[in-house]
């Protein structure tokens, strides 16, 4: 028999997530799904949080449409339709102060803290952690301007990657590194008091590397994911005007962060999305904004674009016909963009035929936009056991300190495996650390 609580006929039961319609990345795959895995976090409302909802930071972008929304209308391709069509409850939502995407996980997450009655403090950067004969003990905090101890019986690190530290974003990802996406705050303080307590960090040159797009957010340039690249009349070519990667795959970063073997250096950086007229004329939303500084070029000829981005002509020239033949049949027989059911579903145009993600590059005038290592997050740090313990370089557990999140050396590394692959693990490994520390 069920307890009281969970007498679900007498209680208003509303969903957390709701599931859409974006395919696995891998959906081929054993195992794979064309749909239904993927769910998008419900629409929350941030009153319920009272007081502390001001302290909610606010989205880069602030359309309250919610992931799944995104994907099921093909937003991407066509927003004035998505809009259309959602403008009702996006308006509701709006009115009612219901949030969505990661904002609603916030929100969830701090109503969830405030209802067990959690002290949270804001303006509270954790300096250094304190040890009692190897034994973790307690951590110090500069809060307010104040330092101050707390001890406690266990800490759990959860600070994030490191992606604002420029020094050692120097030293882990060799090469220009612009238009971060994450909070600025993240500047890799848990690797460092983990490193410094004993624990071994690996994993740090993993990353969720994205191609993104600048907008302006708290007076500074960031990262904002994009999905441009991924439409017909576009694609994406290094120095030499060569593609190198499947566009439109999830895990595009991969080629992003690979390196030359003797250098150390990026292999395709400086990248460059280039689009033709047809692209400006059907995806004017998505062309890069001149408003950006470096951001934005146009040329009436292709030749004419490789020399204003010190691309290399012929070969830009050569590419982009090439591409247009792929185009032509609906097959990309370089790097097969298209050809998975992610590749045909995802942020593509399905009115496009006969590929709804490849389309001819041919017509002026053409544009280019720098295609930057963009990072949403690194995912090294501490390594961990299955209990979330921070472990020494001889695998012993260094007593009372845990890890969860991008701070911890990362379970799964650069490659996704779908649109939670760094939130899955990070909220799985905070609820395992927190279960543990409390247990013990
Ligand atoms: C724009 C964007 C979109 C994303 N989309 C997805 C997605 O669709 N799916 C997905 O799975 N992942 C996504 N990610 C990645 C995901 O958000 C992160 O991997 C995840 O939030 C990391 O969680 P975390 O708790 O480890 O760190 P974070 O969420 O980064 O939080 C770390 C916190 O620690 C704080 N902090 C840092 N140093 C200190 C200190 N010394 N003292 C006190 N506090 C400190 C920081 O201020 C920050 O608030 C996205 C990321 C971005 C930026």
């Given at each position: 028999m069920l307890p009281k609580c969970c007498n679900l006929s007498k209680r208003t039961v509303r969903p957390v997530s709701t599931p859409n319609l974006d395919p696995d990345p891998y959906a081929e795959a054993l195992g794979g799904m064309a749909f239904g895995r993927n769910v998008s976090a419900a629409p929350i409302r941030i009153g319920m949080l009272g007081t502390w909802a001001k302290k909610v930071r606010r989205p880069t972008v602030d359309v309250r449409i919610n992931y799944g929304e995104v994907i099921d209308t093909h937003f991407f391709s066509n927003p004035k339709k998505g809009m259309r069509r959602l403008l009702p409850r996006l308006l509701w939502r709006k009115l009612m102060g219901r949030h969505v995407r990661g904002n609603a996980l916030t929100i969830g997450l701090l109503k969830g803290c405030l209802d067990k009655g959690v002290e949270i403090w804001t303006e509270a950067s954790a300096r250094k952690l304190c040890q009692d004969?190897?034994?973790?003990?307690?951590?110090?905090?500069?809060?307010?301007?104040?330092?101050?101890?707390?001890?406690?019986?266990?800490?759990?690190?959860?600070?994030?990657?490191?992606?604002?530290?420029?020094e050692m974003m120097a030293e882990h990802f060799p090469g220009p590194v612009e238009w971060t996406a994450s909070p600025s705050t993240n500047t890799g303080d848990g690797q460092r008091m983990a490193a410094d307590a004993g624990a071994q960090l690996d994993r740090m040159d993993q990353a969720l590397i994205m191609g993104t797009t600048p907008v302006t957010y708290e007076g500074r340039i960031q990262g904002q994911p994009a999905a441009d690249y991924f439409l017909p009349h576009t694609m994406i070519v290094n120095r030499h005007g060569k593609r190198f990667v499947n566009e439109k795959q999830m895990n595009i970063g991969l080629a992003f962060s690979e390196r030359d073997p003797e250098t150390g250096t990026p292999r395709h950086l400086p990248a460059w999305r280039i689009y033709d007229g047809q692209y400006a004329a059907k995806y004017p939303h998505a062309l890069p904004k001149a408003s950006v500084p470096g951001n934005h070029f146009r040329a009436d000829t292709l030749a004419e674009l490789a020399r204003q981005i010190d691309v290399d002509a012929d070969g830009l020239v050569e590419t982009a016909k090439r591409f247009s033949e792929f185009a032509r049949t609906g097959t990309d027989e370089d790097f097969g963009r298209g050809g998975s059911i992610w590749d045909r579903n995802r942020a593509a145009?399905?009115?496009?035929?006969?590929?709804?993600?490849?389309?001819?590059?041919?017509?002026?005038?053409?544009?280019?936009?720098?295609?930057?290592?963009?990072?949403?997050?690194?995912?090294?740090?501490?390594?961990?056991?299955?209990?979330?313990?921070?472990?020494?370089?001889?695998?012993?557990?260094?007593?009372?300190?845990?890890?969860?999140?991008?701070?911890?050396?990362?379970?799964?590394?650069?490659?996704?495996?779908?649109?939670?692959?760094?939130?899955?693990?990070?909220?799985?490994?905070?609820y395992i650390a927190g279960m543990d520390a409390a247990a013990t």
């Open positions: 004969d190897g034994r973790v003990t307690g951590i110090e905090v500069d809060h307010d301007g104040e330092v101050k101890t707390i001890a406690a019986g266990s800490v759990i690190l959860a600070s994030g990657g490191f992606e604002w530290n420029p145009d399905p009115t496009h035929k006969p590929s709804p993600t490849l389309g001819t590059i041919d017509k002026p005038p053409f544009y280019a936009m720098p295609f930057k290592a963009s990072f949403l997050g690194t995912k090294g740090g501490a390594r961990t056991n299955e209990r979330g313990q921070c472990l020494r370089a001889d695998g012993t557990a260094i007593p009372g300190l845990y890890a969860a999140g991008n701070v911890m050396a990362n379970s799964f590394g650069s490659r996704g495996v779908g649109a939670g692959t760094t939130l899955g693990p990070c909220l799985t490994w905070g």
